[in-house]
């Protein structure tokens, strides 16, 4: 394996063992998620600056005032979507910022179709994903407002910015049973929730504190 994505040191599988020992005692019970964040070299999602932090559990800079969320985000986020179906045949990602998310999630499903509003953002993070050879991602650049219609319905819908309220344009691309998790609020005061779409309706239950970038309209 190319060394860089190997790792060494602070970036090595010794010190992702680590990181994936922390998150069972965080709580994170999904096997196979742990095991897909353990094989997955988070440093290279990121300036080599900062490489040697990856598996710090803890919200890094990415630029374009974004962050790569903390590994126990990551893993609850994706946890939380897989509970009621372990496999997922479409998933809809706001947000593909630096790509390691959209790599944690595409074991999980057939196709993940990954929308980001920041092209230079997209464009590197697609290079990160290439150089893993993860192959099942449709990327849109736009913002998230809107979705990706043209793909819907979605089994699984994550999003890693809050809207200051759940977007109704996004519960509308939901699959019935489908499962959206998404930050919600304003700064300071953001809850983690997650939306399961009903025969009559939707499903809200509120997870845990968060702190997210906020949803924002428009490209850049």
């Not at 910022?97 to 590197?124: M, N, W």
Request: charge should be neutral; charged fraction near 20%; aromatic fraction near 8%.
């Amino acid at each position: 394996m190319n060394m860089s994505i190997q790792g060494v040191g602070m970036t090595s599988q010794r010190t992702r063992g680590r990181m994936i020992k922390r998150l069972s005692d965080q709580g994170i019970k999904n096997q196979k998620v742990l095991e897909v964040m353990n094989d997955t070299p988070r440093h290279i999602f990121m300036d080599e600056a900062l490489s040697s932090r990856a598996y710090e559990d803890t919200a890094l800079p990415i630029g374009y005032n974004q962050t790569i969320s903390q590994p126990y985000i990551v893993a609850r986020m994706t946890e939380l979507l897989l509970e009621s179906n372990a496999h997922l045949e479409k998933v809809l990602e706001i947000g593909t910022g630096c790509g390691y998310q959209t790599a944690i999630l595409s074991p999980f499903a057939d196709r993940v179709y990954s929308v980001e509003r920041i092209l230079p953002l997209q464009r590197k993070a697609r290079s990160h994903l290439v150089e893993l050879k993860i192959k099942n991602i449709s990327y849109l650049y736009n913002d998230g407002n809107e979705g990706w219609p043209e793909y819907a319905p979605y089994n699984g819908i994550i999003a890693s910015a809050a809207p200051t309220e759940i977007p109704f344009q996004l519960i509308q691309q939901l699959a019935l049973g489908g499962v959206m998790v998404i930050p919600v609020g304003h700064n300071g005061q953001q809850v983690l929730q997650r939306v399961t779409r009903k025969t009559s309706g939707y499903e809200v239950e509120e997870i845990e504190p968060v702190t997210f970038v906020p949803f924002l309209a428009g490209k850049e």
